[in-house]
């Protein structure tokens, strides 16, 4: 058998991303994937959010990264077969005075003008908690994470590109110019394994931070406006009659067991959003790993001993909205054609914390 071009080991969205961006360019591309359910892409909110942050500042890189990942999933849907894109703009509801005093300041802001597209009055969406009043973010937009990920699996299993097993390292080897795992032999390996880059022993060096999150779905009769609204937790739609709320962060635990306390935080959380709502009923609770840094930024580029061993990681909550154009980028970078990110490229870690 010939040897392929890449190994892609992650089928999370960036890995997804990343191996869909490498076959684009005629690569040959193999992706090993177990569907691990701890996963934090498959239980993400999947928002592309333009405003984060307490300080309501510009996302990282988002002029360029969200922009480009709106119309990465727009065409993506056809060439899928699938439907999970959604522009979605975001209400955000005050939630102190001196919070509606700062996303005052971004409106009248020229830098944020084309973000925040209004201030409401209290009392403008009934059932809400919007009594301090509540902005209006545009250029956002909506992933269904499930249905993104199932449509990526298809995907590369008609391509014939998707082995589904755990990745076991001990049958990794590096012979000559070649990366051998299995039966698969190539050029470079890619690792975008999520928060178990921690146990990877090329890139556990790396300074990661993962954090766990959970969510919930929940059956009511209320009423919710066509965004995704926000205070404190992000709450949307996702069918007739239920809604999505979430997400909590543990820093102290990396597994996919729902929590009660988690539980008890959302449901007090849908209590503070919709005050009203007196019939919510839990269907379901999910738990996930996000794969974040400790520099809030993703760990991209060569295992700085051999440029066979590839990391493609670290997104962290943002991986719905920085996968597609990083993926772009990092596979026109390992075609040569632009280098990397300087705040992304890993190499920028090695001398503080490489140890071969």
Excluded at 12 to 38: F, Q
Excluded at 280 to 285: E, N, P, S
Aim: aromatic fraction near 12%.
């Amino acid at each position: 058998m010939d040897a392929l071009d890449f190994i892609v080991v992650g089928q999370g969205i960036a890995g997804s991303c990343a191996a869909y961006e490498l076959m684009r360019r005629g690569l040959r591309v193999a992706v090993i994937d177990d569907s691990w359910g701890s996963a934090a892409c498959i239980v993400a909110a999947g928002v592309i959010n333009p405003i984060t942050g307490k300080r309501l500042v510009k996302s990282w890189r988002s002029e360029v990264a969200h922009p480009f990942a709106m119309d990465f999933y727009s065409k993506l849907e056809g060439e899928l077969g699938a439907k999970f894109y959604h522009t979605r703009k975001i209400l955000q509801l005050c939630r102190s005075d001196a919070e509606c005093v700062l996303w005052r300041s971004r409106l009248e802001n020229p830098d944020y003008s084309e973000y925040v597209e209004a201030s409401l009055p209290p009392g403008s969406f009934p059932g809400l908690n919007d009594s301090r009043g509540s902005h209006l973010i545009g250029r956002s937009a909506w992933v269904e994470a499930p249905a993104a990920m199932e449509a990526f699996r298809k995907f590369f299993v008609r391509r014939r590109a998707l082995t589904e097993e755990r990745f076991d390292f001990s049958r990794l080897a590096l012979e000559g110019e070649l990366v051998r795992y299995k039966n698969l032999a190539a050029r470079k390996i890619v690792f975008a394994e999520g928060w178990r880059a921690m146990e990877n022993p090329f890139f556990s060096w790396l300074p990661w931070r993962p954090a766990k999150g959970e969510i919930l779905e929940i059956e009511s009769g209320a009423e919710l406006p066509e965004y995704v609204v926000h205070r404190g937790n992000w709450i949307m739609k996702c069918a007739r009659g239920r809604f999505r709320i979430g997400s909590t962060w543990d820093r102290e635990n990396s597994d996919s067991i729902p929590t009660r306390a988690a539980r008890e935080e959302l449901e007090s959380a849908v209590k503070n959003i919709l005050p009203n709502c007196r019939d919510a009923k839990v269907v379901g609770h999910q738990a996930g790993v996000r794969p974040c840094t400790a520099t809030t930024r993703p760990h991209i580029g060569e295992y700085p001993a051999d440029s066979r061993l590839l990391c493609f990681n670290g997104f962290g909550s943002k991986g719905y909205a920085l996968s597609p154009y990083f993926a772009w980028r990092f596979a026109e970078w390992a075609c040569g054609n632009c280098p990397p990110d300087p705040e992304a490229d890993l190499t920028r870690h090695a001398r503080k914390f490489f140890r071969r």
